[in-house]
């Protein structure tokens, strides 16, 4: 079983940025795919960006590419999400998530993830 603990959430401005933290605890992050979800009211948990164990395989949702960056700190044990030019259509509760059964390949759909965090609230202003 994983344990993730997400922070780094608030409010900010359009055209800002935020850099949320995933720390994860039970597995390292090289046996583990991690994927970011959000979630905003009244609409379905979507996918937004993920890594795979080795690091080397990024995927990012189309409305985010260009704009967030997943990296992760394999001494920390922590996963991050740079997110920039943020845009009110951001506005979300933020989810990290971790995969215990796939490698390099990161799957979009969040029934393939096990283990999910508490959430943080980003809000977006306009």
């Known amino acids: 079983q994983v344990q993730l603990v997400e922070s780094g959430g608030g409010l900010v401005q359009a055209g800002g940025s935020l850099r949320l933290s995933c720390a994860a605890s039970?597995?390292?992050?090289?046996?583990?795919?991690m994927g970011w979800f959000r979630q905003a009211p009244g609409k379905e948990r979507e996918f937004v960006a993920g890594?795979?164990?080795?690091?080397?395989?990024?995927y990012y949702a189309d409305s985010v590419k260009g704009r967030f960056i997943i990296s992760r700190d394999t001494a920390k044990n922590t996963v991050y999400l740079q997110m920039n030019s943020l845009k009110p259509e951001d506005t979300a509760v933020y989810y990290c998530?971790?995969?215990?059964?796939?490698?390099?390949?990161?799957?979009?759909?969040?029934?393939?993830?096990?283990?999910w965090g508490q959430g943080t609230q980003v809000t977006v202003s306009s």
């Open positions: 890594i795979g164990r080795s690091g080397a395989y990024i």
């Open positions: 039970g597995r390292t992050l090289s046996s583990i795919v």
């Open positions: 998530a971790a995969d215990t059964h796939s490698y390099d390949v990161i799957p979009r759909l969040s029934s393939e993830y096990d283990s």
